[in-house]
C-alpha cells in the first residue's frame, strides 16, 4: 500500500470511546486498532526494548500485511549517540525479527542536542542489512547540509519529515525511495489537532516528491484525547480525494 497511515502507539487510555469500545479490555486494543490501521509505529521500543516473544505476540494479534514501524532503543541514539552502534543495532534486529513480515521501517530519533555528525551517522546505518528500510529524524539544525543528505542518499536511509505546530521543522528532502512523516503536533483547536488546510497541504508535498506507487508511512504522534485517530483518519480521506492510495483508516470514531 503506497501511502500508509497510522499512528505513534495505540496504548492509549484516553482513546477508550475514541478508537477502543468502552467494553473494550486494553489486552485487545492492539487488535482492535489493526481492525482499523493497517499500520502502527511502535514507541515502546524506545524507552525498553520487547523481548522477542514481544515481538513475536504482535506479529500473532495482527492480521496479515499489518506493518509495525519500531523505534530505535534509547541506548542506541540518546545514551550512545550513535557511538559504537554495532550491538545495539543487532540486539534491535534480533529482536524485532519476531515480527516477521509485520516489520516495517525502524526510526532513529536522534536527541536535539546531538549535533551533526556524518561519520556517527553513516557507521550506525552501515549496521543495518541492506533493504532494511531506516528513517532519521535529526533535532538539531546543524543536521541540514549536503553531507548528510548525501550520507542519507548513499544508505537508502529516508530523512524523517517532522511537523511541530502545522508547519515542517525538518527540510523536505526525498533521500530515498520511500519516505516518512511524523505530525507532533498541530494549530488546530482542542490542542494537539490538525486542520484541514494543514493536512491537504502535507498531502501536497508528499505528492510533490514521491509518486503514487512510492511506499510513504505517515504516522501521527499527537495523541491525546485521541486527535491522533481523528487526524489520521482525516489525512487519509483528504488523501484518497485526492487521488492517492491510501491504507485503510477508521471511517469514524467510535
Known amino acids: 500500500m503506497p501511502l500508509l497511515v497510522g499512528t505513534s502507539g495505540w496504548q492509549y487510555k484516553d482513546w477508550?470511546?475514541?478508537?477502543?469500545?468502552?467494553?473494550?479490555?486494553?489486552?485487545?486494543?492492539?487488535?482492535e486498532y489493526a481492525r482499523h490501521f493497517a499500520t502502527v509505529e511502535n514507541n515502546n521500543a524506545f524507552y525498553r526494548l520487547p523481548t522477542p516473544e514481544i515481538f513475536a505476540d504482535w506479529r500473532e494479534r495482527t492480521p496479515e500485511g499489518f506493518v509495525m514501524a519500531v523505534k530505535a532503543s534509547r541506548y542506541l541514539t540518546h545514551i550512545k549517540r550513535l557511538r559504537d552502534p554495532e550491538e545495539p543495532v543487532g540486539r534491535l534486529l534480533r529482536h524485532a525479527a519476531g515480527l516477521g513480515d509485520r516489520l516495517g521501517p525502524v526510526l532513529l530519533q536522534l536527541p536535539p542536542t546531538l549535533r551533526a555528525d556524518p561519520g556517527l551517522l553513516d557507521a550506525a546505518l552501515a549496521c543495518f542489512p541492506?533493504?532494511?528500510?531506516?528513517?532519521?529524524?535529526?533535532?538539531?539544525?546543524?543536521?541540514?547540509?549536503?553531507?548528510?543528505?548525501?550520507?542519507?542518499?548513499?544508505?537508502?536511509?529516508?530523512?524523517?519529515?517532522?511537523?511541530?505546530?502545522?508547519?515542517?521543522?525538518?527540510?523536505?528532502?526525498?533521500?530515498?525511495?520511500?519516505?516518512?512523516?511524523?505530525?507532533?503536533?498541530?494549530?488546530?483547536?482542542?490542542?494537539?489537532?490538525?486542520?484541514?488546510?494543514?493536512?491537504?497541504?502535507?498531502?501536497?508535498?508528499?505528492?510533490?516528491?514521491?509518486?503514487?506507487?512510492?511506499?510513504?508511512?505517515?504516522y501521527f504522534n499527537n495523541d491525546p484525547g485521541g486527535a491522533a485517530v481523528h487526524d489520521a483518519a482525516a489525512f487519509a480521506r483528504i488523501a484518497s480525494h485526492l487521488g492517492r492510495t491510501v491504507s485503510r483508516t477508521p471511517e469514524k470514531a467510535s
Not at 528532502?173 to 482542542?190: E, I, L, N, Q
Open 130 to 218: 541492506a533493504g532494511r528500510k531506516v528513517a532519521v529524524e535529526p533535532r538539531h539544525t546543524s543536521w541540514w547540509n549536503d553531507e548528510i543528505r548525501s550520507v542519507l542518499e548513499h544508505r537508502g536511509a529516508a530523512l524523517c519529515w517532522a511537523d511541530h505546530g502545522s508547519r515542517p521543522v525538518t527540510p523536505l528532502w526525498r533521500t530515498a525511495g520511500w519516505g516518512y512523516v511524523r505530525f507532533h503536533s498541530g494549530r488546530a483547536r482542542p490542542w494537539p489537532c490538525y486542520g484541514r488546510q494543514a493536512l491537504t497541504t502535507w498531502v501536497g508535498r508528499i505528492a510533490e516528491r514521491w509518486p503514487d506507487r512510492a511506499e510513504v508511512f505517515a
Open 16 to 31: 477508550r470511546g475514541v478508537l477502543y469500545p468502552a467494553d473494550r479490555p486494553q489486552r485487545l486494543w492492539l487488535e
